[in-house]
């Protein structure tokens, strides 16, 4: 059974970086799919972030392209965001999950993000 | 890339049936058979539904369907259930090699 979960600070000050790690257990990252990364601001819906391919190809939110970079570490079974000079507005819980073209799941449980100083 | 639209509010009686739709474009909905369907309650992470456009994953009740015609893709739950009363969120694949989602839909079972 696939697991996901994510994993860093809650608490991000303005303009820094936002780091967050999704380990996954029960799958080799290296094995298939795409591995990405999806954010809900308090109150509001789904946006998707980004994600990368098993062979290490990226793709990201027009919007969010210049600020965000998603990597895999294959040695811990794990993959990464990184989003940077965060304001406010960037605050949210952020998910993890494993994702084909026509489906995305599973899901981490999420973790929340709040940029404040 | 604006996001997938869909009502903001839908409602039904136990037992009825709802129809949740989602419309976006060629490039999007329309151009592929990408379309997922999820579920969330509050405070939870979103769970697959509906994948494909009209494909339940394995454990979902057979009282959940999808299809899509032309840009729009529709969700329906028949026998409507009190535990059915959650958000309802699609998503589709997207010529840019991206994911859109939509806005959500708020289901009250009545």
């Known amino acids: 059974q696939v697991q996901l979960q994510e994993s860093g600070p809650g608490l991000v000050q303005p303009s820094e970086t936002l780091s967050l790690t999704c380990t996954v257990s029960?799958?080799?990252?290296?094995?298939?799919?795409?591995w990405g990364w999806i954010r809900q601001p308090p109150g509001k819906g789904l946006e998707w972030i980004g994600n990368v391919y098993h062979s290490g190809s990226t793709y990201y939110d027009s919007s969010l392209k210049s600020r965000v970079t998603i990597s895999v570490d294959t040695s811990k079974n794990q993959f990464s965001l990184k989003l940077i000079s965060v304001t406010a507005a960037d605050t949210a819980v952020y998910y993890c999950a494993r994702q084909t073209y026509g489906s995305t799941s599973p899901w981490g449980q999420g973790t929340l993000v709040t940029v404040s100083s | 890339q604006s996001a997938l639209t869909q009502p903001a509010s839908v409602s039904g009686s136990p037992g009825q049936s709802i129809t949740i739709s989602c419309t976006g474009t060629s490039s999007d909905v329309g151009g592929y058979n990408f379309v997922s369907w999820y579920q969330q309650h509050p405070g939870r992470a979103p769970k697959l539904m509906i994948y494909?456009?009209?494909t339940r994953p394995s454990g979902v009740s057979n009282r959940f369907s999808g299809s899509k015609s032309g840009n729009t893709a529709s969700l329906t739950i028949s026998g409507l259930q009190a535990e059915d009363e959650a958000d309802y969120y699609c998503s589709s694949y997207t010529s840019s090699s991206t994911f859109l989602f939509g806005g959500g839909t708020k289901l009250t079972v009545l």
């Open positions: 029960g799958y080799s990252i290296t094995s298939g799919y795409f």
């Open positions: 494909d456009v009209s």
